[in-house]
């Protein structure tokens, strides 16, 4: 079975299936994934198990990876690879970030207005986000509409 891709909303977004994100990727789902992208802005990826590393080496697929300056940066991170960045409320020690924690107030203020690497001389192409997990069902209006999901799917956004 090939890529399939599903409109799922009027003016935006698919969902992707046909493609295992955690296996070696073939030129054409690639090239499959990268027409869909141009086409619809936010792909959809739903029951996908990947750990890091695997997402790193599919995200290798579509151009060089950013290290983030987070990652840069010589201090302690609690994920390994610097190429995946932690948009996280836990800490070094996977502890629950404190109330008054800066690094989680400066987070608050990317509900209001964010723009991905907007400060980088080469501007962002895509931004992939993949939940690692959530403590109670959220609502999605993408993914599947009034409903609620506690395993939030992989989406795939293009930045420009």
Same mark, same amino acid.
């Given at each position: 079975?090939?890529?399939? %891709? ?8 698919? *969902? ?6 955690? =296996?070696?990727?073939? $030129?054409? =789902? ?5 027409? =869909?992208?141009?086409?619809? $802005?936010?792909?959809? @990826?739903?029951?996908?198990? #990947?750990?890091? /590393? !695997?997402?790193?080496? @599919?995200?290798?697929?579509? +151009?060089?990876? *950013? %290290?983030?300056? $987070?990652?840069? /940066?010589?201090? !302690?991170?609690?994920?390994?690879? &610097? /190429? %995946? ?6 800490? *070094?020690?996977?502890? #629950? ?25 080469? &501007?962002?192409?895509? +931004?992939?986000?993949? &939940? ?10 993408? $993914?599947? &509409? ?15």
């Amino acid at each position: 079975m090939g890529v399939e %891709i599903r409109h799922i909303h009027p003016l935006f977004a698919a *969902e992707v299936s046909g493609v295992d994100l955690g =296996a070696p990727s073939d $030129a054409a =789902a690639v090239g499959a994934i990268w027409e =869909a992208i141009d086409r619809y $802005a936010v792909l959809v @990826f739903r029951d996908q198990h #990947l750990d890091d /590393e !695997k997402l790193r080496d @599919f995200a290798a697929n579509f +151009g060089r990876l *950013e %290290i983030g300056r $987070a990652a840069a /940066e010589a201090r !302690k991170r609690r994920l390994a690879l &610097p /190429e %995946i960045g932690d948009i996280s409320n836990l800490d *070094e020690e996977g502890r #629950l970030r404190q109330r008054e924690d800066r690094r989680r107030l400066d987070s608050l203020g990317n509900r209001l207005w964010h723009t991905d690497a907007s400060y980088m001389s080469v &501007p962002v192409v895509l +931004g992939m986000l993949m &939940p690692s997990r959530c403590r109670q069902p959220v609502r999605s209006a993408v $993914a599947r &509409p009034n409903s609620l999901i506690c395993a939030p799917p992989m989406m795939l956004c293009r930045s420009r």
